[in-house]
């Protein structure tokens, strides 16, 4: 066994002193989390908060999904009378919030919560309290939502909330209010995410782990992270002043006064467009952590994918203007964003090319679900790319601006962009997870029904758009002839919709009956799969070296692996950003409950601000106190230095 | 436990103010026959003031945000200002101090805009809706912040000429506002 | 297969079938909407050959003999330089189309912004939750005409539309005659309307505007231009007198009941300005902006009832006796 040795300092018991199973025994008692509802919420195991993110946001995703069965099933025949057009303008407008911040957001960054850890090779995220205070206003701020849905005053304007339908004069009562601050739960929780993600990709990856040996997920998920930093901000400003408008009768979109109402427009597509990409670079991700698998083979242009990433993740910031091109914006700005935003298309091309190059190069592929998600991505992405390019085009989109066209549009790039993968990585990494595989046989059934559901539901989406079906009508006159259609689309939905309820069965079945799964079932090539299946809470006993992309593909027998780090108090290894080189040992802190405590106070004063302004001057004095709390030493090995 | 029974009781006090405040109703009840609130019948009652019939309507209407909206827009549409003023008071009294002259309830607002008031007042009886006469007069409560802050209508996007209803020193029954 | 190809037989006939609506962007009428149809045909099957050309790939990978690899890390050089030179010729292609569809698209725009510089008439078209206001301009105050819901215009020629909103953003689109353009308060858009021949095109909202964004449609009645002055000196006159007993007490009624808070009739004394003009109601095809066809029986039962018709909007229901009613709905059954 090679091991590059730290260089000792002082006191504390180093992992090289001990044998494996009093190693184990260590780390174990060291890296739990303590037992009781008290040490249920002080969790601060990255693996423990990423699943309760990955429950919250699957519920929320049922719940959205029923949302949309509700609405599929008042337009499958024209002028039909289940809900009116106030319970309507709630119910889509719940879908559309709770699918975009309560559901994939938080979803891809659980996945990378989860993973990013296990993959580079660390003992725990970084800044760990900060992550468990995320999960608790992610999970204040979707229950604020959904509470607030269930007393009659959820949002109505629409998942964009548009000024000045949104703001004061036109949206009486708390509903707007509600969608404004909702975004700031979600979005402090996301940007909380994103931090630790950050920090643990540039600082705590395993030794010997250079920039070009990161797998290709983390590097998506690093990319996203930096697109959260830079475009949530925007949204908050916007649901700030939109707010700010509301209460206390500032003047920011009011054209009358000297504001403008279409600066909320810019505000939320700054923020607004790359959020497709916060959403769907994760999954690219995925999608190129689970194609090497199945082909055998390291992913074909590495260099390129991650430039691509990068390239995605800067050009997703010029092109928030195509959602606003029936604005009468001036022609010739208009047409830059046009150029902008085909460019775009070329970094995404390139991923596409170089997955399709893996698997041409690669061995025969094994068509197991996840891979079988992955050709499904393929499928429907292209298609939804491709009308992405139409929407590009300034005249084009005109004509399918706001209809149909363009929610079958953003329902083919984001399911099948995002969704569609994120199911091939729940089969994929389940396993990883539970300990178990997932019913390969359901998973198909799963996949297919999936896949033709989606088409059904969708596909004509694109046809009675054209036709001139604009969006978010709660119903339209029978004279225009959509009704068959319709009924078609709505079919397509409901089959769509069984095939979660298959998955949930799939799930449930799995994770009790399922085949037992070793530590690398897939014989992937990643760190993750180099501990075992569930992770223990300390992730890896002793920390592997890297010496290769696809460390456990280059390291058949034994991995190398990094000695020194104390395992009588929470330690984890930072190494330097470029080379990966051992640099010092940092601690990680212990459980705490004050991340939980902090999260109510700061989820209490967002609450209550939306009443008063001065909820934010008396709630300071509580968040104060959870804050210093939080910080407050207590005298364990982890405080000392 | 005590925080969070005392947590799930502040969110039920929030949720039965919320349910009350959100209702959108905009077909009188009951819909068809007549609705109409009853007619004084003398002008004489005890203290001076007019005679009151309170009636169900009042708290329908007077601390529903959407109806008080309404009664905002109407306000304008059919120009009550053209003699109140934007409740600053003209022609007709100011609709923004603390001086009512036939009481401060709904019930009296409505009243007078119903059936009128000497000195000038006109009567709005067939001109105007029962249930729009009685967003109107929620709406007229709200000007000297008579109705909860929650509730109020904002500011309108046009010139202010006054401070938005939510945001009078009286209407902040949910914290002053600064 | 064989049901897939029926799905395909099943969904291309009815996109032929809505080809030839009243409301479809396939199915131009003017010569922006042409442009645009022809840009959508160009883009739709540029788009699907690619689509079809990736789907290839992918089937030949899924279905090609190979063996399974037993060793991941073992590359074959050779074959790797063939697969980058395919991708990176891939992409190069995928940039020379995206230029071209960039330039197409950009000519496109310009081609669109060079119509109307030689309008022969501006209408002003303000948004309203949930109607349309149409005001044709005129330097003679006298010939300024106000109506709603229906925008006449001489067919053949150019025609101005400024828009304004009062309230929301609505979206102004007519898709057989031209694509989108918002309606923003505190913003003044225009656009130039063509219809190649007489015909009647609906239109509808088509940004989200609150309750009744479902119901707010438009009508764009295109005429020869004999027929569009004819209407349009109809329009100025002062509403018809009433020929009837009934029609007179139904105007008495008009006056003394709500209707007159809002509603405008030329040549009365009902001179509101916040709902719709009524002078020449009974010439409108539509009721309530799109939402019933004009008739006896949909006057009655809109104004008796029409918030179980459309619910939000700002029309409130009276308190009308049946034979009040019926007098106000041959009072305007007469507004020809």
């Known amino acids: 066994m090679s091991s590059v040795d730290l260089a000792p300092e002082h006191h504390g018991i180093r992992d090289t002193e001990l044998d494996e199973i009093s190693l184990h025994r260590r780390l174990a008692e060291t890296w739990r989390t303590r037992p009781g509802l008290i040490g249920f919420l002080s969790s601060v195991d990255h693996k423990v908060i990423a699943k309760r993110y990955l429950i919250t946001a699957f ?42 911040f309560l559901f994939a957001v938080p979803m891809v960054q659980a996945v ?54 949104s703001g004061p004069e036109f949206s009486p009562g708390k509903r707007a209010d509600t969608w404004a601050q909702m975004i700031t739960y979600t979005e402090v929780s996301s940007l909380a995410v994103a931090v630790a993600t950050i920090v643990t990709v540039f600082k705590q990856r ?52 000297g504001g403008d109402a279409l600066l909320f427009q810019h505000l939320f597509w700054f923020f607004g467009h790359p959020e497709v990409y916060i959403i769907f670079l994760p999954a690219t991700g995925m999608v190129s952590a689970i194609i090497p698998t199945f082909a055998r083979r390291p992913v074909f242009g590495y260099l390129a994918l991650v430039l691509s990433l990068i390239a995605v993740g800067i050009l997703s910031f010029g092109l928030w203007v195509h959602h606003m091109f029936a604005t009468g914006l001036p022609k010739l700005g208009a047409s830059f964003f046009t150029a902008s935003s085909m460019l775009i298309a070329i970094p995404n091309g390139i991923q596409i090319f170089c997955w399709l190059g893996t698997l041409w190069e690669g061995g025969r592929p094994r068509l197991n679900t996840p891979l079988l998600f992955v050709f499904g991505f393929f499928f429907t992405f292209v298609a939804g790319g ?38 091939g990585a729940t089969y994929y990494w389940f396993p990883k997870l539970t300990g178990r595989m997932m019913s390969e046989r359901l ?199 | 436990m005590r925080r969070l029974a005392s947590m799930l009781l502040l969110c039920l006090a929030f949720a039965a103010a919320g349910c009350q405040r959100e209702e959108r109703q905009t077909r009188p009840q009951p819909s068809l026959g007549d609705s109409e609130q009853g007619v004084p019948v003398t002008t004489l009652a005890p203290g001076g003031g007019s005679p009151l019939l309170s009636d169900a309507k009042a708290a329908e209407f007077e601390a529903n945000a959407f109806q008080l909206s309404e009664g905002k827009r109407l306000f304008s549409w059919y120009n009550c200002s053209g003699c109140h003023a934007n409740g600053g008071g003209g022609m007709g009294p100011a609709l923004m101090d603390d001086k009512w002259i036939y009481g401060d309830s709904i019930e009296a607002i409505h009243a007078s805009i119903r059936d009128g008031r000497p000195n000038g007042m006109p009567s709005f009886r067939n001109h105007i809706p029962d249930d729009q006469i009685w967003e109107l007069a929620a709406f007229v409560r709200s000007l000297s912040g008579k109705v909860p802050s929650a509730a109020a209508p904002n500011r309108n996007d046009d010139m202010m000429p006054h401070p938005a209803e939510n945001r009078l020193p009286g209407a902040a029954t949910e914290g002053k506002s600064p | 297969m064989r049901r897939g190809l029926g799905w395909i037989a099943a969904l291309s006939g009815s996109i032929l079938a809505g080809c030839n609506g009243v409301q479809s962007a396939l199915d131009p009428k003017g010569p922006a909407a042409d442009e645009l149809a022809n840009l959508i045909w160009l883009f739709t099957v540029l788009c699907a050959v690619i689509w079809v050309l990736v789907m290839a790939v992918l089937v030949t990978i899924m279905l090609r003999r190979r063996q399974r690899r037993i060793h991941p890390l073992h590359v074959d050089q050779a074959s790797e330089r063939t697969v980058s030179r395919v991708v990176i010729s891939a992409v190069a292609a995928t ?74 953003i609505h979206s102004f689109w007519v898709p057989s005659l031209h694509g989108k353009l918002d309606l923003i308060p505190g913003v003044v858009n225009s656009l130039t309307l063509k219809a190649d021949k ?83 109601v009974a010439s409108r095809r539509t009721l309530a902006a799109g939402t019933l066809q004009m008739s006896r029986g949909s006057l009655a039962a809109w104004i008796a009832d029409p918030q179980s018709i459309k619910w939000g909007a700002k029309m409130p229901v009276m308190n009308l006796t049946g034979d009040e009613l019926n007098a106000i709905v041959a009072y305007l059954e007469n507004l020809k």
């Not at chain 1, 009116?84 to 709770?98: K, R």
């Open chain 3, 198 to 280: 007489p015909g009647v095109y609906r239109g509808q909202c088509a940004e989200f505007c609150g309750l009744q964004h479902a119901h707010m449609a438009m009508l764009v009645i295109a005429q020869p231009r004999a027929d569009f002055d004819a209407w349009y000196a109809d329009q100025l006159r002062d509403a018809a007198q009433p020929l009837t007993e009934e029609q007179s007490t139904g105007r008495d009624l008009f006056l003394d009941r709500p209707c007159v808070m809002c509603h405008r009739i030329q040549g009365t004394t009902a001179g509101g300005t916040t709902g719709p003009d009524l002078t020449h």
């Open chain 1, 386 to 423: 491709l009308t992405g390019v139409m929407l590009a085009s300034v005249p084009l989109d005109l004509q399918v601006h706001d209809t149909y066209f363009v929610v079958a549009h953003f329902h083919y790039v984001l399911i099948g962009g995002s969704v569609f993968p994120l199911l």
């Open chain 1, 112 to 165: 990378g919560l989860y993973l990013v850890p296990l993959m580079v090779g660390t003992r725990n995220i970084a800044f760990p309290r900060l992550a468990a205070f995320s999960y608790w206003i992610y999970l204040s701020g979707g229950l604020f939502l959904w509470v607030s849905f269930a007393l009659n005053t959820g949002p109505d304007v629409g998942w964009f909330a548009y000024v000045p339908l």
């Open chain 1, 59 to 100: 519920v929320f995703l049922c719940l959205a999904g029923l949302a949309a069965v509700v609405m599929r099933i008042q337009l499958s025949g024209p002028e039909r009378g289940l809900i009116g057009p106030d319970l309507y303008n709630q119910i889509f407008t719940m879908h559309g919030a709770t699918m975009m």
């Open chain 1, 206 to 257: 395993a030794p010997g782990m250079s920039l070009d040996r990161i797998p290709l997920f983390v590097w998506a998920m690093l990319v996203t992270s930096f697109v959260v930093i830079f475009a949530m901000p925007a949204v908050m400003i916007a649901s700030t002043f939109l707010i700010l408008d509301r209460l206390v009768g500032t003047h920011i979109f009011n054209p009358a006064e």
């Open chain 1, 443 to 641: 998973g198909r059934w799963h996949f297919w029904l999936a896949l033709i559901g989606f088409n059904a539901a969708f596909f004509p989406m694109h046809i009675v758009g054209l036709w001139g079906m604009p969006r978010r009508v709660y119903t339209y006159p029978v004279e225009l002839g959509w009704g068959g259609i319709n009924l078609f689309i709505s079919a397509g939905a409901v089959v769509f919709f069984l095939s979660f309820v298959l998955f949930v069965i799939n799930l449930v079945w799995s994770a009790t009956k399922g085949d037992v799964a070793g530590e690398n079932p897939w014989d992937a090539g990643t760190l993750e799969w180099a501990t075992s299946s569930p992770p223990p809470s300390y992730n890896f006993a002793r920390i592997p070296v890297v010496t290769h992309q696809e460390p456990l593909w280059a390291e058949r027998e034994v991995l190398p692996v990094a000695g020194g780090l104390r395992v009588d108090a929470r330690e984890v290894l930072i190494s330097t950003i470029a080379e990966a080189k051992p640099d010092i040992r940092e601690k990680s802190a212990r459980p705490s409950i004050w991340p939980l405590f902090a999260a109510l106070t700061v989820g209490a004063t967002f609450l209550y601000s939306i009443f008063t302004p001065w909820a934010v001057v008396w709630g300071a004095l509580p968040i104060t106190i959870s804050l210093v709390g939080w910080f407050w030493p207590k005298g364990a090995p982890e405080d000392e230095e």
């Open chain 3, 95 to 168: 940039g020379i189309v995206l230029v071209a569809l960039t330039l197409l698209s950009f000519f496109a725009n310009r081609t669109l912004a060079g119509v109307g510089e030689d309008a022969v008439l501006t209408i002003r078209l303000t948004g309203q939750q949930w109607w349309w206001e149409v005001k044709y301009e005129n330097a003679e105050p006298s010939k300024i005409l106000t109506t709603a819901n229906e925008i006449h215009i001489p067919a053949g020629e150019q025609v101005r539309l400024v828009l304004q909103s009062d309230d929301v």
